[in-house]
Structure formats: structure tokens, C-alpha cells
């Protein structure tokens, strides 16, 4: 059927026809960055290029694919649920979003002094900005106040407000920068943030665990739990940006539990659909969702909480929480652990870190634009890993969850090959970071550091 819907008569027709009618700038960034890649079909941890390549997922969509493509339960689940629902009406209670709003709660951090869920109400969108929209606002309504603090660099999607906490790329390009309302400070500064939040005027602090897109640097021993007790002190807000960090990527549900933190608002978008179906979810405390039983129409999305979208979460949820998966999860990072540290130990004045924590892998290069370049050469060799649009010196590497041993040692063979031919095409007299830095690497296409 798909087949008789969507034709065209070449791979090159349809990358034209991308330009003229969809996106033309981002379309020839791809083919300049030599990935001219148009997904058809998907499978596993699979995606196969229109002209047949296969490419091993290490993006994943930023974790929507955590559980790998059309995972056959969530599938499953999906088609046995359109024999009963659709999307649903939003103005209603409905089955499935109860359901799923009572098995998120189940999973939200303890009350350390009631050991009971701490995050008792969810409300729902159908993407991660429309999420973070969702928990900026509720936390205005319960402060009382307006201004925001977020982390440079930070990126919680490309809706009105969550544009607006983002790096300045995103959010002047839109007008949406306001200094005056959403301030931010430099990651792993708890200075700065006390500086920020000490007048009181804050309605809430929201931060990825590690943030995505500026390369995943890691919050360093007690920061995170210093940020919270900063925001208990001056009656701010804490919200978890979970969206990529959640679901188990680091060996726990959410990231933030690892560091005793229990967040006013924690927000979950990408892989909480199975990647089947749109759906992200807002967990709040009570004070944080007083809105809710103020005025329940305050806020209203018609496709947030799609009846189908909330049958694939509670699948993807079953699954994800499945003891045997969390146990997959440690063995798959440890795997990674050491291969990948094999690898850097060959080239470690290319491949110089690797910031992990579970599944959530950042690797760093020695050049401005370097991990563009080991995912053009990942590209040539089957794998798809994306660099990171705010730091492009580190590549973006996610293995799925459900990653099987003998792909990920596929995966990683294919990686050390990849490295390795990066390595291979600098200059022959780069033999420093200083000179690797200085290399004709950064002329041509893939120096558009403001793209991607």
C-alpha cells in the first residue's frame, strides 16, 4: 500500500523534490555532509537507505527507538488497540490515558519522607517542546512567577516556550530570546546558579540530567543534588528534562533517581511513543499541578494523550521496566565500556574522551567539527550516529537497549573501522590536538558548525 501511496522514479528526484517542498536547507546539509540518506524500511535496530544500505541505528531519533523499530510488542499493542480506539477526545477521561497517568506515577521518584510517589499527576502532549510548554507553565502557575533558568546550551525542543530556554541559535532565529524572562548559566557551575535563583524571582530551574544536544557532559558528583537544594531554598521549581535521559538509558528509569534527586516536575517525551505512536507526558507534584484542579481547561492539546499514543507508552513502559532489560542495559554499557575504550587507547590523540553514563554515550574528538566526520565515515560503514548540534567535537553515540551481544560487537568493529579511517584522512604532519584543530578539516561543507 505504501508503495502504491509514495513513488517517485529515483533517490535523486525525491532529494530534489525535498528541497523545492519540504525543507531545503537541512535537505542539502545532509548530501553536503556526505549522508544522503532517505529511510525506508526499519527493523530491529536497523534503517535501510531507499537504495538498499543498511545502517546499524546509533541515533535512534534521539531515544525514541531505544526499544528498537516498530518493536513487534509495541506493534502489537498498537494494532490490537485500533480495533477499539483512535486518537480520542481530549476534553474526556478516557481509558487508556488513566491507565498509563496511574502506571507513570507508580514509577516517579520516592517522597524520602513517605516513600510514596512523589509526582502525582500527569498531563499529557504529543511531542517533547509541547512537554517542557506544559511543565514551564505549570510551574508559573504554582510560583506566581515568571523567569526561567536553563543551561547554556542547553535544547528542550523548538516550541513557544521551550524555544525560548534553549541556545541562542534556536531562539533568536524565532524572536523568542528574552533575556529578562529566561536566564541561563553555565552547566556544572553551582555558583552560577545560586547567582540566578537567589533573588527569588525564579518560577522553576529546568535541565536535562545530561544534556543531548550540547554533547552530553556529565553533571559532576553532587551538582544536581546542589541545584535542588538551591531551588527548595528559594521556593523554586525543579524540573527534569527526561526526554532523552529516561527510560532506562542509563540503567535506571530516569536518570535523575541515580542522583538522589526527586524533581518537582520530570518531563518524558521520544522514546515513551515505542516509537510507534506520538505521545510525551508531564509528571508533577501536587503543587506544581494546582492548575489541574483550578481549571482543567487552562491547557489543552487535541492530540496530547492520544488514546493509541498512551496503549504503545503503557506497553513501552511494561517492557522498559522489565527486570531482565535493566540487566541487558548493564551488560550493553559495560560492553561499551570496554570496547570502546580499546578503541580511544589506538587513537588517543583523535579520539580523545568518552563521556558515559549507562547508554548515554558522547565521544570526543580532537577537532572542532571532528565527530562530523567519523559519522560521515560511520555512514560509508553502516552505522548512523549523529555529531551534536551545540558541540560538534562529539558524536552522539546510543545504542539500543535491547541491543543483542553480537551486534553490539558488530557495532563496535565497525566503529573502531570508522574512527580510524577519520583519523586517516588529517594531514600527515597533524600529529597534536593543536594541529588537528588547525587542519583542512575545517574547510569545506562540514564546517557549518550552525547547522545540523
Known amino acids: ?72 510488542e509495541v506493534a502489537a499493542a498498537v494494532t490490537g488497540a485500533m480495533q477499539r480506539f483512535d486518537i480520542g477526545n481530549h476534553h474526556f477521561p478516557s481509558l487508556a490515558r488513566t491507565a498509563l497517568a496511574e502506571a507513570l506515577v507508580s514509577t516517579a521518584p520516592a517522597d524520602p519522607g513517605t516513600g510514596r510517589p512523589a509526582l502525582t499527576k500527569v498531563m499529557y502532549g504529543s511531542g517533547g517542546g509541547e512537554a517542557i510548554d506544559i ?51 553555565p552547566f556544572n557551575d553551582l555558583a ?56 532506562m538509558r542509563t540503567g535506571e528509569l530516569w536518570a535523575i533517581s541515580k542522583h538522589g534527586v526527586v524533581p518537582d516536575i520530570l518531563v518524558s517525551g521520544k522514546g515513551i511513543s515505542g516509537g510507534m505512536y506520538p505521545v510525551s507526558v508531564v509528571l508533577a507534584a501536587e503543587k506544581a499541578a494546582v492548575w489541574l484542579s483550578e481549571d482543567g481547561f487552562a491547557h489543552m492539546s487535541t492530540f496530547g494523550g492520544a488514546e493509541l499514543g498512551c496503549i504503545a507508552a503503557l506497553k513501552t513502559l511494561e517492557i522498559t521496566c522489565r527486570p531482565e532489560v535493566r540487566s541487558m542495559v548493564h551488560y550493553i554499557a559495560a560492553t561499551f565500556t570496554e570496547g570502546l575504550g580499546r578503541i580511544q587507547a589506538q587513537y588517543p590523540d583523535w579520539f580523545t574522551g568518552i563521556r558515559q553514563d549507562g547508554l548515554v554515550m ?55 573501522v570508522a574512527i580510524g579511517k577519520a583519523r586517516d584522512d588529517l594531514p600527515r604532519d597533524s600529529h597534536s590536538r593543536d594541529s588537528l584543530s588547525r587542519s583542512s578539516l575545517s574547510r569545506g561543507s562540514l564546517s557549518r558548525g550552525s547547522r545540523g
Not at 11 to 32: C, G, H, R, V, Y
Not at 42 to 57: M, N, P, Q, T
Not at 206 to 223: R, V
Not at 391 to 408: F, N
Open 1 to 72: 500500500m505504501a508503495d502504491e501511496l509514495i513513488t517517485f522514479a529515483s533517490k535523486q528526484e525525491m532529494l530534489a523534490k525535498s528541497k523545492e517542498f519540504w525543507n531545503p536547507d537541512k535537505t542539502q546539509f545532509w548530501i553536503d555532509s556526505g549522508v544522503p540518506l532517505v529511510i525506508d524500511r526499519r527493523e530491529e535496530y536497523f534503517i535501510f537507505d531507499v537504495e538498499g544500505k543498511r545502517l546499524i541505528d546509533v541515533h535512534l531519533n534521539g531515544g525514541t527507538y531505544n526499544l528498537g523499530h516498530r518493536n513487534p
Open 135 to 185: 511543565a514551564l507553565k505549570s510551574a508559573r502557575h504554582a510560583t506566581g512567577r515568571r523567569r526561567i533558568v536553563s543551561i547554556a546550551k542547553a535544547y528542550h525542543g523548538h516550541t513557544g516556550l521551550a524555544v525560548a530556554t534553549g541556545d541562542e541559535r534556536f531562539a533568536a532565529l524565532f524572536l523568542a530570546d528574552r533575556p529578562d524572562e529566561f536566564t541561563q548559566v
Open 192 to 247: 552560577a546558579m545560586d547567582t540566578a535563583v537567589r533573588d527569588g524571582q525564579a518560577a522553576a530551574v529546568i535541565m536535562e540530567t545530561i544534556p543531548a544536544t550540547y554533547g552530553f557532559p556529565l553533571p559532576e558528583p553532587g551538582y544536581l543534588a546542589g541545584v535542588k537544594r538551591l531551588c527548595e531554598r528559594y521556593g523554586t521549581l525543579y524540573i527534569a528534562d527526561e526526554v532523552q535521559t529516561g527510560l
Open 362 to 416: 558522547g565521544l570526543e574528538f580532537a577537532h572542532p567539527q571532528g565527530a562530523k566526520f567519523v559519522m560521515k565515515r560511520l555512514y560509508e560503514n553502516g552505522v548512523w550516529a549523529i555529531f551534536s548540534t551545540l558541540d560538534p567535537r562529539v558524536l552522539q553515540y546510543k545504542p539500543g537497549i535491547l541491543l543483542a551481544p553480537e551486534l553490539c560487537d558488530e557495532l563496535l568493529e565497525r566503529t573502531e
